[in-house]
């Protein structure tokens, strides 16, 4: 596949809202309690004292695409060669991109008391945050610029994208601070991998037909934290050339009629990237030749990123992580008498405080003994109804799940792969996605007794929360 097509699939490898995992909420897994730093990952009298994945990846990973530009890039992707239907040139049609990646290496926790349920969590953890946006010209052109009729255009190329891989180390501590509300907090040090960001403000392009060439200048803002082409695998490696840092904190509350609330602020932090960094604005024009040649597509790419390059300066600056502020309210039932079947309903709010992306999510787990079923329903504020699914093996001492949160889009973009003709690639829907999800752990250790049958008896201790709580309010708790 060319580079304009890849650099188009993959430039914005980040967090959009919808993109979050929803399905793990409340499940009481070794994942939800570091993404929900609040919540519990044990369950005195039966789990072990320890959790840990056994390094291996607990991840999710997300991409998509809305506009009328996607026809066109999955023909290009899927068959070789554009469907160009679709697209609307030269009437500012805007076309969205996002993705989400987010991999824990390390998820290790441990049962530290039973004053206040206290656990303590280690983890290293990757992530991506970006998003992008440009018109339906900049695929129309690497397609078939002879639809153009004319020869001088404006804004055709105008577009924006930010990109931003990091590194996550850090650790996590959750306490009941009384017998209904427990606090939890995730605090992080970041290692910044890459990021690039480009707002081309204003473009023109003047097509020269009888030379099959076009000139294009592009103005705006660019920013790159590595010179483009000296990125290598070694630079994925932790390292404090970029560093930062990061807070989640979150709040659990049991109400008197059973309904668990559940109130986070989200990943808030920074990254400060190096002083070798490329920073500036850019005002520059060049050519791009053979434009219905076998090579235009790089031919226009490799044009593209000299422009954004020509004339920046160098200097660190600093980014925010994307952010987010969420609610959850959930309330189990038990409909059979032996309790062996329960349905646990689950309503989630999640708002970004950068962005204006918002998502309601519906979540409902139906399990049966060790098994269970998620369904799950989202819409945010692109219109986007998205349909999720998890299957998930759970016991007090193991875990295992597997799902995605975008099932029809995904597999819509799967059959077009595999059959790989322009019937199925025009019956996919409203948005290109393909979502996937998987994670895994295990508890060891001695099991975490309840008092009464402990060998050590807690006295109604406080742990450190709660004795902070005590002095504030001038209270006392008892468990």
């Known amino acids: 596949m060319k580079k304009f097509i890849l650099v188009l699939l ?25 993404e929900n730093p609040a919540q ?56 969205r991109m996002y993705a989400y990646s987010n991999a824990y290496s390390v998820m290790f926790k441990l049962y530290t008391s039973l004053d206040g349920n206290q656990e303590l969590g280690f983890f290293a ?7 992008g946006i440009f018109k339906d010209d900049i695929v129309q052109i690497m397609d078939d610029y002879t639809v153009y009729k004319g020869t001088d255009y404006n804004g055709l190329l105008n577009s924006s994208f930010s990109y931003q891989a990091y590194h996550q180390i850090g650790f996590t501590y959750r306490e009941d601070v009384t017998k209904t509300f427990a606090l939890g907090f995730k605090v992080a040090g970041l290692l910044g991998i890459a990021y ?20 294009i200048s592009m ?33 659990t509350y049991h109400t008197p009629s059973a309904v668990n609330l559940q109130w986070s602020i989200k990943d ?54 994307d952010a987010k502020a969420e609610f959850s309210a959930s309330k189990s039932y038990w409909p059979s008498y032996d309790k062996q079947f329960k349905i646990t309903p689950n309503i989630i709010l999640s708002k970004s405080l950068n962005y204006n992306d918002f998502t309601g999510v519906l979540v409902n787990h139906f399990q049966y003994r060790k098994f269970i079923g998620t369904i799950s329903a989202s819409y945010n504020d692109l219109k986007l109804f998205n349909l999720g699914g998890q299957l998930m093996i759970k016991s007090p001492n193991a875990e295992f799940f597997i799902g995605s949160e975008r099932m029809l889009g995904t597999a819509s973009t799967l059959r077009g792969l595999i059959n790989q003709n322009q019937g199925q690639i025009d019956k996919m829907s409203n948005s290109t996605t393909a979502d996937f999800f998987l994670g895994f752990s295990l508890k060891f250790g001695g099991i975490i007794e309840h008092p009464m049958n402990a ?25």
Not at 125 to 131: F, I, P, T
């Open 268 to 321: 808030l932090g920074f990254i400060h990237w190096n002083a070798k960094s490329q920073v500036g604005h850019v005002d520059n024009t060049g050519v791009v030749s053979e434009l219905s040649g076998p090579n235009r597509e790089d031919n226009f790419y490799n044009t593209a990123n000299s422009l954004l390059q020509q004339g920046v300066g160098r200097g660190s600056f600093t980014t925010s992580t």
């Open 196 to 215: 690039t960001q480009a707002n081309i403000l204003n473009s023109h392009v003047t097509f020269d037909k009888s030379s099959d060439q076009a000139f």
């Open 10 to 34: 993959l430039l914005t490898i980040g967090a959009r809202l919808f993109a979050q995992q929803y399905s793990q909420f409340n499940t009481g897994s070794l994942y939800d309690s570091f």
């Open 219 to 251: 103005a705006g803002y660019y920013r790159n934290s590595f010179e483009p082409g000296t990125f290598t695998e070694h630079d994925i490696l932790p390292t404090f050339k970029n560093p930062g840092a990061s807070i989640t904190i979150g709040a």
């Open 40 to 95: 519990r990952a044990f369950i005195p009298d039966s789990s072990r004292k320890a959790a840990f994945n056994l390094f291996l990846p607990t991840f999710q990973t997300n991409v998509t695409l809305t506009g009328n530009v996607q026809t066109a890039l999955r023909s290009r992707a899927f068959l070789g060669h554009y469907d160009e239907g679709s697209m609307k040139p030269t009437q500012n049609s805007y076309n």
């Open 125 to 131: 953890q990757s992530r991506g945050e970006g998003r």
């Open 455 to 479: 060998s050590h008896i807690p006295m109604g201790e406080q742990g450190f929360l709660g004795r902070l709580w005590s002095r504030f309010f001038k209270s006392n708790r008892s468990y």
